[in-house]
């Protein structure tokens, strides 16, 4: 009887052990990929990021040096572009999900909107090659900045939802007892309460997009010099990064890495600024 | 009517600053009433929450609604502006008249209904993006107000009636939340008195407060009634003797007794109000 305990005991222990175990290494396994990039990434990047690769228009073929200050700027450009179309169409739709709309028609567009969030991104840029590109009958930075704000768009929209439906209900009544209309107490109240969070929703759709390559390949094009009109071709951090590292040239290849660590600082950077904003969630309700 | 349709910011601002709300009645034998509710019944979907109430509001006093849980006490409370709307599906028969003026006409406004009925909740919530200051004029400034001195003297005098100026007359830049429960609770008065209502609707402001919070907002209800008609629910049967001059107790969803407070408490009509004043059920 009580050997019999001792080794159900034991048993416990070990089925223990074992689980937390198998937790730990998968926990490792998540971590493991991040840091091999960043430090493939620094390892190669360094020593090519420089003065002149925030400076300088990309060099010709053999020529040493130059930098991808046109794709830098461009993927600013296009992320303005993109945010300017799918902010407010984001943040809007979902303060209607949220807010306004019967309950079956917000469950079908919330449906539809994860089924956009799923897409494949590539699957945007040949719609908008179609819509746009072809009947303009050329690229140009409006037809990538358009396929990017398509993709932030379902992601804003369910991201503002959510933290607009945390905002709790006492504050809308408070509001509503006041004599405020209702489309006052939305906008001063409750998405000035859930701002943070509609912030961070915005910010993490704009480092997502920041990365996107395929939707721009058939939209912006890429460019290997300034963009003097948003009606033409316009470089990007990603493109660029992609054709320089399918390129048989060495000098090409350290330009890929350089920009790849440039393009992985800035959106871990965005994300610094999401847990800076998002601190202390708890306290202040959303 | 037209004062329900046409009310305009100034109407709200200028109108009703330091006089009394309503004249007092040509007939002294009937005490004035603000509201009049006649017949009324309220659905949500097919369920009956309130059924046939009729009763006068008198002007000028407290008037405590009490019952047992689920009665009908807060769609009651909350009928008189209209809030119960927020619910979907609602649907109302009968009619309340608000100083003659029937609430549920189809070109009534509920916000500017809400604006003349003011109303202060169980839970204190005041806005956690504004500061003191900000939360007690954000009705005004919704609403239109922007002259920042009229904004200040409303700030200070609304402050001052809801007893919590001397207080936070150094701190009104600091978050409304940075406050005690108590004071949480009576900036939320002072939010409300700041468009200057007629009426203060309270739904059990006391019952997420302690002892000494709850005697201060007693007393502020006490003084507030010279100037504002008052409905309050409370669960606490004390209380409503405390503070209230009319009692109406409910008991799903029926009114079943109304009267002055002494007179349902040594007194009751009914049955039913004995039992539950009683501690019979409840």
Same mark, same amino acid.
């Given at each position: 009887?009580?050997?019999?305990?001792?080794?159900?005991?034991?048993?416990?222990?070990?089925?223990?052990?074992?689980?937390?175990?198998?937790?730990?290494?998968?926990?490792?396994?998540?971590?493991?990929?991040?840091?091999?990039?960043?430090?493939?990434?620094?390892?190669?990047?360094?020593?090519?990021?420089?003065?002149?690769?925030?400076?300088?228009?990309?060099?010709?073929?053999?020529?040493?040096?130059?930098?991808?200050?046109?794709?830098?700027?461009?993927?600013?450009?296009? *992320?303005?572009?993109?945010?300017? &179309?799918?902010?407010? @169409?984001? %943040?809007? /739709?979902? =303060?209607? #999900?949220?807010?306004? +709309?019967?309950?079956?028609?917000?469950?079908?567009?919330?449906?539809?909107?994860?089924? *956009?969030?799923?897409?494949?991104? &590539?699957?945007?840029? @040949?719609? %908008?090659? /179609?819509? =746009?590109? #072809?009947?303009?009958? +050329?690229?140009?930075?409006?037809?990538?900045?358009?396929?990017?704000?398509?993709?932030?768009?379902?992601?804003?929209?369910?991201?503002?939802?959510? @933290?607009?439906?945390?905002?709790?209900?006492?504050?809308?009544?408070?509001?509503?007892?006041?004599?405020?209309?209702?489309?006052?107490?939305?906008?001063?109240?409750?998405?000035?309460?859930?701002?943070?969070?509609?912030?961070?929703?915005?910010?993490?759709?704009?480092?997502?997009?920041?990365?996107?390559?395929?939707?721009?390949?058939?939209?912006?094009?890429?460019?290997?010099?300034?963009?003097?009109?948003?009606?033409?071709?316009?470089?990007?951090?990603?493109?660029?990064?992609?054709?320089?590292?399918?390129?048989?040239?060495?000098?090409?290849?350290?330009?890929?890495?350089?920009?790849?660590?440039?393009?992985?600082?800035?959106?871990?950077?965005?994300?610094?600024?999401?847990?800076?904003?998002?601190?202390?969630?708890?306290?202040?309700?959303? | 009517?037209?004062?329900?349709?046409?009310?305009?910011?100034?109407?709200?601002?200028?109108?009703?600053?330091?006089?009394?709300?309503?004249?007092?009645?040509?007939?002294?034998?009937?005490?004035?009433?603000?509201?009049?509710?006649?017949?009324?019944?309220?659905?949500?979907?097919?369920?009956?929450?309130?059924?046939?109430?009729?009763?006068?509001?008198?002007?000028?006093?407290?008037?405590?609604?009490?019952?047992?849980?689920?009665?009908?006490?807060?769609?009651?409370?909350?009928?008189?502006?209209?809030?119960?709307?927020?619910?979907?599906?609602?649907?109302?028969?009968?009619?309340?008249?608000?100083?003659?003026?029937?609430?549920?006409?189809?070109?009534?406004?509920?916000?500017?209904?809400?604006?003349?009925?003011?109303?202060?909740?169980?839970?204190?919530?005041?806005?956690?993006?504004?500061?003191?200051?900000?939360?007690?004029?954000?009705?005004?400034?919704?609403?239109?107000?922007?002259?920042?001195?009229?904004?200040?003297?409303?700030?200070?005098?609304?402050?001052?009636?809801?007893?919590?100026?001397?207080?936070?007359?150094?701190?009104?830049?600091?978050?409304?939340?940075?406050?005690?429960?108590?004071?949480?609770?009576?900036?939320?008065?002072?939010?409300?008195?700041?468009?200057?209502?007629?009426?203060?609707?309270?739904?059990?402001?006391?019952?997420?407060?302690?002892?000494?919070?709850?005697?201060?907002?007693?007393?502020?209800?006490?003084?507030?009634?010279?100037?504002?008609?008052?409905?309050?629910?409370?669960?606490?049967?004390?209380?409503?003797?405390?503070?209230?001059?009319?009692?109406?107790?409910?008991?799903?969803?029926?009114?079943?007794?109304?009267?002055?407070?002494?007179?349902?408490?040594?007194?009751?009509?009914?049955?039913?109000?004995?039992?539950?004043?009683?501690?019979?059920?409840?």
């Amino acid at each position: 009887m009580h050997f019999e305990r001792a080794h159900r005991h034991t048993w416990r222990k070990i089925k223990s052990g074992l689980a937390s175990t198998i937790a730990f290494v998968s926990a490792l396994l998540v971590i493991t990929p991040l840091s091999l990039v960043f430090f493939h990434l620094v390892v190669n990047g360094a020593g090519s990021v420089n003065w002149d690769f925030f400076t300088k228009l990309p060099a010709p073929v053999g020529a040493a040096g130059g930098g991808m200050v046109n794709a830098i700027v461009g993927s600013l450009e296009l *992320l303005a572009l993109a945010g300017a &179309i799918g902010i407010p @169409v984001g %943040v809007l /739709g979902g =303060v209607y #999900l949220a807010e306004y +709309g019967s309950a079956r028609i917000n469950s079908v567009l919330r449906f539809l909107a994860d089924v *956009l969030n799923g897409i494949p991104s &590539i699957t945007w840029g @040949v719609v %908008v090659y /179609g819509l =746009v590109v #072809l009947r303009l009958k +050329g690229f140009s930075a409006y037809a990538g900045g358009l396929a990017l704000s398509l993709i932030m768009i379902p992601l804003i929209l369910r991201t503002t939802e959510e @933290v607009v439906l945390l905002v709790p209900n006492g504050y809308r009544e408070a509001s509503l007892a006041l004599g405020v209309s209702r489309w006052k107490t939305i906008v001063h109240i409750v998405m000035k309460t859930a701002s943070k969070g509609i912030i961070t929703g915005i910010l993490l759709a704009l480092a997502r997009v920041g990365g996107e390559t395929a939707p721009l390949l058939f939209t912006a094009f890429g460019n290997r010099f300034w963009n003097h009109s948003l009606s033409q071709p316009i470089a990007a951090l990603p493109l660029q990064i992609f054709t320089y590292a399918i390129s048989p040239y060495d000098d090409w290849h350290r330009q890929a890495w350089a920009g790849a660590l440039v393009l992985v600082t800035g959106v871990f950077c965005v994300n610094v600024i999401v847990r800076i904003l998002t601190r202390g969630r708890a306290a202040s309700v959303v | 009517m037209e004062n329900l349709i046409v009310t305009t910011p100034e109407r709200t601002v200028m109108e009703h600053v330091d006089q009394p709300v309503e004249p007092p009645p040509a007939d002294e034998s009937v005490p004035a009433c603000t509201f009049q509710v006649k017949n009324l019944s309220i659905w949500y979907g097919e369920k009956r929450a309130i059924d046939n109430v009729t009763l006068d509001i008198a002007s000028n006093a407290v008037t405590a609604i009490i019952g047992p849980s689920g009665c009908g006490k807060s769609t009651f409370i909350r009928a008189l502006n209209r809030m119960h709307e927020l619910v979907p599906k609602t649907r109302v028969e009968g009619t309340v008249l608000l100083q003659g003026e029937d609430l549920y006409l189809n070109d009534v406004d509920p916000a500017i209904v809400r604006r003349r009925v003011g109303m202060v909740f169980q839970k204190s919530n005041p806005f956690p993006t504004m500061s003191i200051g900000e939360n007690v004029v954000v009705g005004l400034r919704l609403n239109g107000v922007r002259d920042r001195k009229f904004l200040n003297e409303r700030l200070e005098k609304s402050l001052r009636m809801a007893a919590l100026w001397d207080e936070v007359k150094d701190d009104l830049h600091k978050p409304g939340t940075s406050l005690s429960g108590g004071q949480q609770q009576r900036l939320c008065i002072a939010r409300a008195l700041a468009v200057e209502p007629e009426v203060l609707l309270m739904d059990e402001p006391c019952s997420a407060l302690d002892p000494i919070a709850t005697a201060k907002i007693e007393e502020l209800i006490y003084e507030l009634k010279a100037r504002y008609t008052i409905v309050t629910v409370t669960h606490n049967m004390q209380q409503a003797g405390r503070i209230s001059d009319y009692t109406a107790f409910f008991y799903i969803g029926r009114l079943i007794e109304i009267g002055p407070t002494t007179k349902i408490f040594t007194n009751p009509t009914d049955r039913q109000t004995e039992d539950y004043i009683t501690g019979r059920f409840g």
